[in-house]
């Protein structure tokens, strides 16, 4: 620890009669901010940004902030409990761990005799920084299928950015870009994946130009030097407009694509067929604009797109990621300083060595539900969630008869909401692991109390691109809680995977750093590693691609079947794809904008962070509003083709009149029911999940761009 910031830890425990400081890592979103968590009389006592930390540099969200109000939660779960009577009862019998861990390895092990080891389906949401551990688990036990939010969030930045440049591509905030495009993120809202909003608000305090591409007006869009206000949905239509005029005027870099570029003639012919007349007229963004955040982006170096999950939740999500990454490649931006960079990870046994993932056999993995349908997703073990309903309430092509969620909340974060119920409630068993009874957990036959941050031990950011580690240490011990790495070592011995698992997790954490010739004792105590960083390495290797080449051109997605070149599909829900629904729906809807103090589903228990957020809001253009009848603040009913549900009115200017904006993820934890209104105000009742909305490739559910009516609500 800087010998200021030591300074001013010993003054604060001093005057403050704290007993000590841990320095941590903070996993109230997915992660990354360096903590020091002040204890008293042995209970967390004050949260604080870590100064030395190189992720947030002592910066801190309220969530972060807030989390001892989430550990010592009066409702949340303490101790494994088992349901009495039906599901959705409300009625629960306290069991030991034991109990509930031989009974859950006993059901697991009956459906793998009885049905075979796919009809067991693990899971997780938010990522806890589990999914190693559950894909490993998954992977030994035989089973292919794994429901993660991987389809629709990040995971397709991760396939994509493998099969164009063979890895995921960072903006090199350290090095100061000159140019920031923010593409479909809000970064200084919500710090998510490898980033944090601190590195992004410096370097636009430092001059760099900024570029937003949001249908709302943002705080970011409200400071850009150009703001591209699109219709939603309409982003790869936008990109290839930007592409076109980069190429038209020969903005790019000449060089880069002579050498290193596979499928630039017919990219380019690919490009031309959206000359700007026509991108203008899908994405209501006039040329001009256009033009101008193109030639600001390709003449202005380093330059780099921070990109985010709203381009990933489309029916053109994996042609948004692909089209992405050409903007940064044809302008030389890729693996350059300041730009975007394809950051190497320390010696360390990475997720998917620890996955397990080459130990599940061949014949087990073409069971994967959707792998035939979803060729991009299936490659990276990622399935639809549709298929496992389907799975469930239809028997095809084969019976789920157990599901086992942990850290995810699917009634409330996945599409089509009504169906998500259908199928939990039809399932023949579920487990759940989680803080507390969520809606799913409700439905669920055994509840495991999870870990918080606060409550483990663990190597923070292991699955990130970024290049760091760094520890997570534990801090306190609530109830009986357990992380959830410590349940599934001590789950897979009583299936039979000992020899592949740990007497106790620790040692699977020395596993993990022994390329390093450290132990988790040594790491412990260091405050980060970072992986070597160096600068346009394709010059000497490569891209790890099947050509060597950054590929605009996909041989994989040739390969698979699917169209080589990224281009525009139309919105499956959109005035110009259903006129018919357009007559009764006609306002485009969009959901997804996030909250400080939220993440996803959690926190709508935490006193701070309701304090913040009351309700469920939906933005409405005031012009939009007062045709309505609809002021400031009133409850409105919103609906769809699939369902309604009630929100709060914000009356909001800085949003088309022909487009409206809901909060995902909303239930009401303070609604002690068994169902804690989870159709009341949840987004997801009106989204879409059916396999023509989704996109060919990835799976990805269209849950971002939808249409809807919207009405006062009659007392």
């Not at 997780?124 to 551990?133: D, K, L, Q, S, V």
């Not at 608000?201 to 249908?215: F, H, S």
């Not at 206000?229 to 020969?250: C, F, H, K, W, Y």
């Not at 007229?281 to 990109?307: G, H, K, M």
């Amino acid at each position: 620890m800087a010998e200021f910031a030591r300074a001013n830890v010993e003054r604060e425990i001093k005057t403050y009669g704290y007993d000590a400081v841990v320095k941590s890592h903070c996993r109230m979103c997915h992660g990354g901010c360096g903590v020091l968590v002040y204890t008293r009389a042995g209970k967390v006592a004050r949260i604080a940004g870590d100064p030395d930390c190189p992720i947030n540099h002592g910066t801190l969200c309220p969530k972060g902030i807030g989390s001892a109000q989430l550990a010592y939660h009066p409702d949340r779960l303490t101790h494994p409990v088992r349901r009495i009577g039906p599901k959705g009862s409300g009625r629960w019998e306290r069991i030991s761990w034991d109990e509930a861990l031989d009974t859950i390895a006993a059901r697991m092990l009956d459906y793998k005799a009885s049905f075979g080891a796919e009809s067991v389906v693990l899971g997780y949401g938010t990522g806890r920084e589990n999914e190693a551990a559950i894909y490993r688990l998954a992977n030994l036990f035989g089973s292919p299928n794994v429901l993660t939010a991987g389809h629709l969030c990040y995971g397709p930045r991760i396939s994509t950015g493998i099969i164009t440049c063979g890895s995921n591509p960072i903006v090199d905030y350290e090095n100061d870009p000159r140019c920031i495009m923010v593409w479909g993120n809000n970064l200084v809202i919500a710090n998510s994946d490898e980033y944090k909003g601190e590195s992004l608000a410096t370097c636009i305090e430092r001059g760099a130009k900024l570029i937003c591409v949001d249908p709302r007006m943002t705080r970011l869009a409200a400071r850009a030097d150009v703001w591209l206000q699109l219709r939603p949905g309409t982003d790869a239509a936008l990109a290839l407009g930007m592409l076109n005029v980069i190429i038209e005027e020969g903005l790019y870099d000449r060089e880069f694509v002579e050498r290193h570029v596979h499928g630039w003639e017919p990219f380019v012919a690919r490009v031309r067929e959206y000359p700007l007349e026509r991108v203008a007229a899908i994405t209501w963004v006039p040329q001009e604009q256009i033009r101008a955040a193109a030639r600001l982006f390709a003449t202005t170096a380093p330059a780099a797109i921070q990109w985010g999950v709203a381009i990933e939740q489309q029916i053109t999500c994996q042609d948004n990621n692909r089209l992405l990454m050409a903007l940064m490649g044809i302008t030389g931006n890729i693996d350059r300083r300041g730009g975007q960079v394809l950051f190497r990870t320390p010696k360390i046994r990475n997720v998917g060595e620890f996955g397990a993932h080459k130990l599940l056999p061949r014949t087990q993995a073409d069971k994967r539900l959707g792998g035939d349908r979803f060729r991009l997703a299936g490659n990276f073990a990622i399935i639809n969630p549709k298929c496992v309903w389907d799975a469930i309430l239809t028997a095809e092509p084969y019976p789920v008869k157990m599901l086992f969620f942990i850290s995810s909340n699917p009634l409330m974060t996945r599409a089509n909401a009504t169906e998500v119920h259908r199928a939990l409630n039809e399932v023949e068993f579920m487990a759940v692991a989680d803080f507390f009874i969520t809606p799913t957990a409700e439905l669920a036959d055994i509840v495991l109390p999870a870990a918080t941050w606060l409550e483990m031990d663990y190597i923070g950011d292991f699955w990130k691109r970024h290049g760091y580690i760094l520890p997570r240490r534990k801090v306190v011990q609530i109830g009986e809680c357990r992380s959830d790495h410590e349940m599934l070592n001590d789950l897979a011995h009583r299936i039979g995977q000992g020899e592949h698992w740990w007497d106790d997790f620790e040692s699977g954490l020395d596993w993990i750093l022994e390329p390093m010739g450290i132990t988790w004792k040594d790491f412990e105590k260091m405050d980060y590693v970072r992986g070597e960083v160096k600068y346009e390495k394709y010059k000497e290797k490569g891209f790890s691609t099947p050509t060597g080449k950054f590929e605009l051109w996909s041989t994989k997605m040739q390969e698979w079947g699917y169209d080589p070149l990224p281009g525009y599909r139309e919105p499956s829900e959109s005035p110009v794809s259903r006129p018919d629904l357009h007559e009764r729906y006609p306002y485009i809807l969009v959901t997804g904008a996030r909250s400080p103090g939220f993440f996803h589903t959690e926190n709508r228990q935490l006193p701070w962070m309701r304090e913040l957020h009351p309700d469920p809001t939906i933005e409405i253009h005031p012009q939009t509003a007062a045709a309505l009848g609809i002021r400031d603040g009133d409850w409105v009913v919103v609906e769809s083709a699939r369902g309604r549900i009630r929100m709060r009115a914000k009356l909001f200017a800085g949003i088309d009149p022909r487009v409206v904006g809901a909060q995902h993820a909303w239930w009401h934890p303070e609604l002690k029911d068994s169902d804690h209104g989870w159709n009341r105000s949840n987004v997801n009742v009106l989204t879409d999940d059916s396999y023509e909305s989704c996109d060919p490739a990835m799976g990805a559910n269209s849950v971002r761009t939808l249409l809807c009516n919207i009405h006062p609500e009659r007392q």
